[in-house]
């Protein structure tokens, strides 16, 4: 359980990298250089969307990254991906700290929506629970709705991750201000629902201190597109730097 003070972790999502180095047979940007890089430039975790049709992250980074994460223990896996398609083969070869539930197609363009109850519990239920099983924290990707949340905890899972993409997009000051007291009551509602609470999906790091200091119990931010973005003008190290500002200034601003 967070407190005030806790702080809210990063984790890098590596997709991106991925996706410039499939455009050619040479294994250059490595993807393993990356995440190596941004362990230690101070990311708490790594974070791989290993979709259908490889678009990205291919399974053998899967298994490259998770040997690359067995020197970093104070580090997370955090591996996100559709369990009824395949993510939980993953999850039993590699064990990561968490599995992250996203209701994505299969040719889906970007992940846009979180799961919906009573509708996706059934066939949750059990892949939760296996998740568990195996000693893997389940976090189930979430549209910000504070009345899901209960339902989102007795199908098992461990937390939710916001999906920030709305908040990301609000173009006014106002808008944004509304979209912070709509994460809020959902974060809040996480949390009365016994729920850990993480956010992703087009955080940056200008949108994430005001995100940071108003969402209650943030635990986890994964954030890949804008940070690699970044990181191809200021380098990987000095990007993760920018970004524990950004979380620095949000935990400074928490009330
Ligand atoms: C679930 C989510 O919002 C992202 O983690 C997802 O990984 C984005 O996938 P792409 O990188 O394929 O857009
Ligand atoms: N779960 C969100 C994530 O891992 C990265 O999303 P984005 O920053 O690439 O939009």
């Known amino acids: 359980m967070t407190t005030k003070s806790s702080r809210t972790a990063l984790s890098v999502n590596v997709n991106k990298v991925a996706l410039v180095r499939n455009t050619r047979h040479l294994g250059i940007p490595s993807v393993t250089r990356a ?17 259908p049709d490889e678009r990205h992250v291919r399974g053998s980074d899967v298994y490259e990254l998770a040997a690359l994460l067995k020197d970093w223990p104070a ?29 994505d197609s299969e040719d889906q363009f970007t992940s846009d929506h979180g799961w919906t109850f009573p509708q996706d519990a059934g066939r949750l239920q059990p892949l939760i629970a296996e998740c568990r099983a195996l000693g893997v ?54 949390l009365d629902a016994g729920l850990g609470v993480n956010a992703g999906h087009d955080l940056n790091r200008d949108n994430l201190p005001d995100f940071v200091a108003r969402v209650p119990g943030l635990q986890e931010v994964s954030i890949g597109h804008a940070l690699i ?22 935990m400074a601003a928490r009330k």
């Open 35 to 51: 995440a190596l890089l941004c362990l230690e430039a101070g990311a708490q975790g790594i974070t791989i969307h290993p979709r």
């Open 75 to 103: 580090a997370e896996f955090n591996i996100e991906g559709n369990p009824t398609q395949n993510l939980m083969q993953f999850i039993r070869d590699v064990r990561p700290h968490q599995a992250t539930f996203v209701p």
């Open 229 to 250: 973005a970044d990181a191809l003008e200021l380098g990987y190290a000095e990007t993760v730097r920018a970004y524990q500002r950004s979380i620095d200034a949000g």
């Open 137 to 190: 924290r389940v976090s189930l990707f979430m549209d910000p709705i504070p009345g899901q949340m209960a339902a989102a905890k007795a199908a098992g899972a461990d937390r939710v991750e916001l999906y920030t993409e709305p908040y990301a997009a609000a173009a006014t000051a106002e808008e944004r201000e509304q979209q912070l007291q709509v994460y809020a009551a959902a974060a809040q509602a996480a």
